[in-house]
């Protein structure tokens, strides 16, 4: 058997495995196949063989919504970077715990990060380390001021009506009571719940056995506090696969500029539109940032001369990405027993 490359397009059933994986991340595949009209056996073989090859990863999402609704000083960063440099300034910065996710664009010398920091703090990586390096030509950040759209949130279009409405969650039931705060980012967890969300933060489809194994809980108690979390819409997972095994090879940086009056309505439509990943308002002159999935460039240019009008748009910087260097968590290690 001729095994496929690792930039084929996947089938149409794999890619609606995917899918479903999208909307709920622990998805049985007892489930999985009830609605996709598969026997359990072949969702469990397909699982496997996504995730086996690291094709196909489901995690806890690095970047939850925040608790009052936005992302406060998350910061989105271009940084342009000498020729020759570039693996240098992206290898330091992957290795940074803050920084979850960094895009290189097809520019050759250029980079796109979002950094984790405290609302409105004189971050060191942007006031003194990146300025202070001499590989680095020229740095702009942006802080996030409101989340219309998350990548955990996007999906794949390809299942129908009927099988989006099976595998849509419940409403969230609120928590009855805050607990412990870990800071503007995640969710709000005790210290049971958190080593929980610690321990699938890598693989967020662990069984229950393995995580009370792994966190020194009973399996009843981390079944109980697993659908409490799912109930209360604060595990929120994230499926992590190459869009171009996906048929959409072409990922795309938006800057935009919005009118004041317009900023809100015009992040709500990016929000709804099925090619846009990441949605975000945003201080500096480029008010709204959007990230979008593509098949080729003609939807591009298709998406920029026609989805876009209307909106109060007055400005447009488009920016191709070459390659997603980091999309954490990384994958957990297992060092084999002697």
């Known amino acids: 058997m001729v095994r496929a490359s690792a930039d084929s397009v996947l089938s149409p059933l794999d890619q609606r495995l995917v899918a479903a994986l999208q909307w709920n991340g622990r998805l049985p595949a007892e489930r999985a196949a009830q609605v996709l009209g598969l026997s359990p056996a072949t969702v469990r073989r397909r699982l496997h063989a996504l995730g086996a090859d690291g094709t196909v990863r489901v995690v806890v999402s690095p ?27 992206v290898a330091a910065l992957a290795a940074r715990e803050d920084i979850p996710f960094i895009d290189v664009t097809a520019a050759g010398d250029e980079i796109f990060a979002v950094a984790r920091t405290e609302p409105g703090s004189l971050d060191p990586l ?25 990548t955990s ?54 069984p229950a056995a ?42 795309a940086k938006l800057l935009l500029h ?17 090619s846009v990943h990441g949605a975000f308002a945003t201080s500096g002159p480029s008010n709204l940032h959007a990230a979008a999935y593509f098949p080729d460039l003609a939807a591009l240019y298709g998406f920029l001369s026609g989805d876009l009008s209307g909106l109060g748009i007055t400005h447009v910087e488009t920016a191709i990405v070459s390659r997603a260097v980091k999309r954490t968590p990384a994958p957990v290690r297992l060092v084999p027993s002697r």
């Open 153 to 206: 949130e996007w999906r794949h279009q390809v299942l129908t009506a009927p099988e989006r409405a099976a595998l849509s969650p419940a409403e969230p039931v609120p928590a009855a009571t805050a607990s412990a705060s870990p800071g503007p980012y995640g969710v709000d967890a005790d210290a049971l719940e958190q080593s929980l969300i610690d321990a699938l933060t890598p693989d967020a489809r662990l």
């Open 126 to 150: 942007v006031f003194r380390q990146l300025p202070s390096t001499r590989a680095v030509t020229s740095l702009e950040s942006a802080t996030i001021l409101h989340v219309f759209r998350l």
């Open 258 to 274: 919005v009118a004041p009056d317009h900023l809100a309505a015009a992040g709500q439509a990016l929000a709804g539109h099925p």
């Open 210 to 251: 393995a995580l009370a194994e792994r966190t020194g809980h009973s399996e009843s108690t981390v079944r109980r506090r697993l659908a409490q979390l799912a109930a209360q819409g604060r595990l929120v997972t994230q499926v992590l696969v190459e869009p171009r095994r996906l048929g959409l090879p072409i990922e």
């Open 63 to 89: 970047v939850a919504r925040p608790r009052n609704g936005g992302s406060a000083g998350a910061l989105f960063l271009r940084i342009r970077v000498l020729r020759g440099k570039l693996d240098t300034i």
